[in-house]
């Protein structure tokens, strides 16, 4: 099983930076654990919100890097 963040604009389409390439991640802890250290710099990039996919199933999601 493999574990990976779609990212998105503001408008809700796919983020096309080069910057955070696909990454996978062995568990959904892994996946979680990046998004907590890199949320800040995905906003900065332009990234918006996420969704976390395992496999091809969507696990939750959308959801904002706003901060609150």
Known sequence: MSWSWRLETE????????AFA?????SQSDAESWLG????ELR???VAE???????????????????
């Open 11 to 18: 408008t809700g389409a796919q983020w096309q930076g080069d």
């Open 37 to 40: 250290e890199s949320w800040r």
């Open 22 to 26: 696909q990454q996978t991640f062995p």
């Open 50 to 68: 996420v969704r976390l996919f395992e496999e091809e199933r969507e696990v939750y999601g959308p959801m904002s890097l706003a901060e609150s």
């Open 44 to 46: 900065e990039h332009g």
